[in-house]
């Protein structure tokens, strides 16, 4: 998640990005290993025919994120030519709130932005 730093977008995206990429990637990650190990355990057959087919799962993978990795140099190419960075447009505080001058029904200076 570090090369996230990279990218020109901003501090809000790149601290909502790496939070989801640190948690729920590494752990999903962590999941589907476990799932293969234990389909490969529990079946002989599988078990006799890791060696030889293995790196077909593997292989596929690469090609999906050698893919990605094409499209994201692409588009960060085009952004950085640009000159934009990504969620700036947004000028909405994080969370979604927004602060009122005055405070309707003593519901305090914040309210939820629903729009």
Not at 8 to 20: H, V
């Amino acid at each position: 998640a570090l090369e996230m730093l990279y990218l020109p977008t901003s501090n809000d995206i790149k601290f909502k990005a790496k939070a989801w990429i640190d948690v729920v990637g590494a752990r999903t990650a962590k999941a589907l290993g476990s799932a293969i190990n234990d389909a490969v355990q529990g079946n002989a057959e599988l078990r006799t025919s890791l060696p030889q087919y293995g790196n077909v799962p593997t292989f596929v993978v690469s090609l999906a994120l050698f893919g990605v990795a094409l499209n994201m140099g692409r588009r960060y190419d085009i952004v950085k030519e640009s000159g934009a960075i990504v969620g700036e447009e947004d000028s909405t505080p994080s969370g979604g709130y927004e602060l009122v001058e005055t405070a309707p029904r003593n519901e305090g200076p914040w309210r939820r932005n629903l729009e």
